[in-house]
């Protein structure tokens, strides 16, 4: 496991005790849990947004590949 020191917003900070406290959660626990939720998150945003780039350009190219066999239909 890793030290890490970390500046929160006052309010953020407040928010976050007040929840670990009603759940009777260690701060640390929580921010682990805050921070892997959010990788997931992003991990996840990034994965689409590779995927819809990769689709897009799947796109384009099976359209060429159409107008091509489309032309060597209309050839014979």
Do not use: G, P
Request: glycine fraction near 0%.
């Amino acid at each position: 496991m890793k030290t890490l020191s970390l500046k929160l917003d006052d309010e953020t900070f407040e928010t976050a005790e007040a929840i670990t406290a009603e759940l009777k959660l260690a701060r640390n626990r929580y921010i682990n849990e805050a921070v892997d939720l959010y990788n997931r998150f992003n991990q996840r945003k990034l994965l689409k947004n590779k995927l819809a780039k990769e689709s897009k350009l799947s796109s384009k190219e099976s359209m060429n590949m159409l107008h091509e066999f489309e032309k060597f239909v209309d050839e014979n």
